[in-house]
């Protein structure tokens, strides 16, 4: 374990963050001790800073950060009859792409739709990443960290989780309780592509790709190329990924909309009979949003769903255009945002 002060936090929205105390955890078992240090004082536990938006440029508590990226791969096990799953345990601290090219070089299936997202490895099951018609809970046979209120580590099985879209128990019942180490990941040998998902499928018609020969490489740098074009990288533009999740609407609402962009009615997404998925990237850009800059922030011009830091010193400035974006589709379409990207205070 490693302590320092006044040490800088890494984020990517290139802010100048500066923490009263910032502790390395390298081995799990210095948890309970870098806890006992932080008792009653204000801290966060840190990924890679790839979905956070500090407000201000000092944080007075102490950030808490896994740095082990051990894997382990767990094959035949007794309910794995056609020798086709295999199990990996992955420490918290490994960068998500690292982990996901680590698959498709094992050629491994079920994590390659979610390649080129940044964070890592821990951070995951938080947000329940996703992209591309995959979730990561789809892959996620337990999580396992630290427990506060057991004072001792505790494994939670997928359904212990309650995943939902963008959505965990990490994010409700054990925010700030739950330090996760450990994710286990169960993956398949056998081939199974899942190309539902447009881009996907345009890309593959664009670059008369045989289906039949991909593998799951090969879809992983199909994602990746995808990503790079629509998204902006934060080395050379600052921004923490999608601010913004996609907002469930109502089957009138819907309706309304499709009324309104008749050729939207492609990209809406039905969970339900009265439940539907609509991009926000499309409600920011139909609101005359896309490419937006106001002083040093912005949407970025090909996608509308990334704010990106044009040279703003706080977090403070970021939030306040996020919130004028919020407010004037809320106004235009009557449909709310919800920001996708921890804010701390």
């Known amino acids: 374990m490693k302590t320092y002060t006044n040490f800088p936090i890494p984020n990517t929205f290139d802010l100048t ?4 105390k910032f502790v390395e955890i390298e081995n799990v078992n210095d948890i309970p001790a870098a806890l006992k240090n932080i008792e009653g004082k204000s801290f966060f536990i840190l990924g890679s800073g790839s979905n956070t938006l500090f407000l201000n440029d000092f944080y007075d508590g102490t950030i808490l950060k896994i740095v082990s990226k051990n894997v382990t791969i767990i094959e035949n096990e007794p309910d794995d009859d056609d020798n086709n799953i295999v199990y990996i345990n992955v420490d918290a601290g490994m960068d998500w792409n690292d982990f996901v090219n680590f698959t498709v070089e094992q050629n ?16 995951s099951p938080i947000q329940n ?11 996620i046979s337990f999580v396992e960290g630290y427990n506060f209120s057991k004072n001792d580590f505790d494994v939670l099985s997928n359904s ?9 128990i990490f994010k409700n019942e054990l925010k700030n309780n739950f ?10 040998k056998e081939k199974n592509l899942n190309i539902n998902y447009k ?3 345009q890309y593959i018609e664009q670059n008369n790709l045989d289906l039949n020969d991909l593998t799951s490489k090969d879809i992983a740098n199909i994602v990746t190329n995808i990503r790079k074009k629509k998204l902006p990288h934060y080395n050379k533009l600052p921004n923490a990924g999608s601010f913004f999740k996609n907002p469930i609407v109502n089957k009138g609402q819907y309706e ?16 339900s009979e009265d439940k539907y998925k609509i991009p926000a990237a499309f409600l920011i850009e139909k609101a005359g949003l896309k490419g937006y800059k ?29 919130n004028k974006i919020k407010n004037i589709v809320l106004e235009k379409f009557g449909i709310e945002l919800h920001s996708e990207v921890n804010i701390i205070e």
């Open 17 to 20: 963050v500066k923490a009263k």
């Open 108 to 123: 491994l299936y079920g994590a390659e739709n979610l390649a080129y997202i940044p964070g890592t490895v821990g951070a």
């Open 129 to 139: 990443i996703g992209a591309y018609g995959q979730e990561v809970s789809n892959i």
């Open 160 to 168: 212990d989780c309650n995943f939902g879209y963008r959505d965990s």
């Open 179 to 188: 330090i996760i180490t450990t994710v286990g990941f169960v993956l398949n």
């Open 199 to 201: 881009d996907i499928q």
């Open 256 to 271: 309304k909309l499709v009324s309104h962009f008749p050729e939207a009615a492609s990209i809406f997404y039905k969970i």
């Open 294 to 322: 106001d002083g040093n922030v912005g949407t970025h011009i090909n996608q509308p769903l990334v704010i990106v830091n044009y040279g703003a010193e706080t977090g403070r400035e970021i939030l306040f255009f996020a």
